[in-house]
């Protein structure tokens, strides 16, 4: 059996991504008070980032896991839905 590493095994996911209408969004004026971030090291996609010392992210590449939605310890800075019918990822293995 072939064992792969994560970055070719997200690779095989597929995304449909919702220009209209993205799936999560960051309050930047909650966000900003926040001093560890841990949504950063515990997103297994690495969408959290940090740009010019604010917090950015892409939702394209989600995995929809919801763990930066548990991680946060800022109530209310990341609002966090499914994807509409439709968008989203398509796991194509496992
Ligand atoms: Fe990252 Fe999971 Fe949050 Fe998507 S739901 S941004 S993959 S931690």
Redesign the pocket.
Known sequence: MTRYGIEKLLSFNKYLVDDEEKH?SIKKEICAGCRTKP?IP???????VLKDGEMV?D?A?????????V?CPCPGA?D?NYPRGGFGISYRYG
């Open positions: 999560i949504c515990a997103c297994p996609a690495g969408l959290y992210i939702p590449g989600c995995l929809e896991c919801g763990t930066c939605r991680v990341i966090w």
